[in-house]
């Protein structure tokens, strides 16, 4: 897995920190009214609208954020469930949570690290340099006597710059199509087992997967309290001669969770932002069935 099996410990806990916060650690931020920004990113296959579970408690002084509405422009055709929003439309919304030049952000939600991953990824791939996940979500929050508030916060309006227009090429990396297909990539397919079979698929046209894919659902890389696992965990999920890895899902979402993952353990990996929604979408790419 590249830099992720070089073993160097120091470095990988100061890489892990650049990606994720603990609950502690934000308490601590919090008591020390120290200036960060807080979003929360509820989302959920079953229940895209978050907006109602985060009025009822929300972490204080948390923003609610949209994923479908604001990480995701659904203006934009062929390219799957949830295309990537423009540079322009992060640094509009941003500036609405409240997020400040050089002003940390922190990001959360309440099921699988989805929404929250979707954020750090959008707002990383635009040029925000310190953006970090909640370990564990608002459930490690609760659990750590963490207080929550009631109702919709409006945040001061924010003055950060979005470096990139493009997030298709911004500062994550990122794969296209015919490039998720090469065999110099060892692709990963975030999806659940019965959905990278083909056995069902609830949401897309077609069922199945890219051709050459390896299934490791996105929740294999948390543990059962949704902490993101260690980097010994992780690399038991990955092959070892794994140099140049790409992440897909069924829409760009829940990739991001693998992303992240390995991002914490200090490897970089590219996500195909269409993800399946796009690749099924075209019938002359192949698809594959069945566990391999």
Avoid at 67 to 80: A, F, N, V
Wanted: hydrophobic share 40%.
């Amino acid at each position: 897995m590249g830099d992720v099996a070089s073993g160097r410990e120091p470095d990988l806990v100061n890489v892990r920190a650049r990606v994720l916060i603990t609950a502690g650690e934000l308490a601590g931020l919090l008591t020390a009214h120290q200036p960060v920004t807080i979003l929360d990113v509820r989302w959920r296959l079953d229940e895209p609208d978050g907006y109602a579970a985060y009025l009822q408690g929300h972490i204080p002084g948390a923003v609610y954020v949209s994923l479908e509405d604001e990480l995701s422009d659904h203006t934009i055709s062929g390219r799957g469930r949830h295309p990537l929003p423009s540079g322009r439309a992060v640094e509009a919304a941003a500036r609405q949570w409240g997020i400040r030049q050089g002003q940390p952000v922190v990001v959360y939600d309440d099921w699988n690290r989805a929404g929250s991953a979707r954020a750090w990824w959008v707002l990383t791939a635009a040029g925000l340099a310190d953006v970090r996940i909640l370990d564990g979500g608002l459930a490690a929050w609760r659990s750590a006597g963490g207080d929550l508030e009631t109702g919709p916060v409006t945040a001061q309006p924010g003055n950060v710059t979005v470096l990139h227009e493009n997030l298709y090429a911004g500062s994550r990396l990122t794969l296209t199509a015919k490039q998720s297909g090469a065999p110099e990539v060892t692709l990963l397919d975030a999806r659940a087992p019965e959905r990278f079979r083909g056995d069902v698929e609830p949401l897309d046209p077609v069922a199945g997967h890219i051709p050459g894919a390896i299934n490791v659902p996105s929740t294999t890389a948390l543990s059962s309290d949704g902490t993101f696992v260690d980097d010994a965990a992780l690399k038991r999920l990955i092959p070892d001669n794994a140099d140049r890895i790409g992440a897909y899902c069924g829409s760009g979402v829940t990739a991001t969770v693998l992303i992240a993952a390995l991002a914490a353990a200090g490897h970089e990996a590219a996500l195909y932002p269409g993800s399946w929604s796009e690749w099924c979408s075209d019938p002359n790419r192949p698809v594959a069935r069945g566990p391999e």
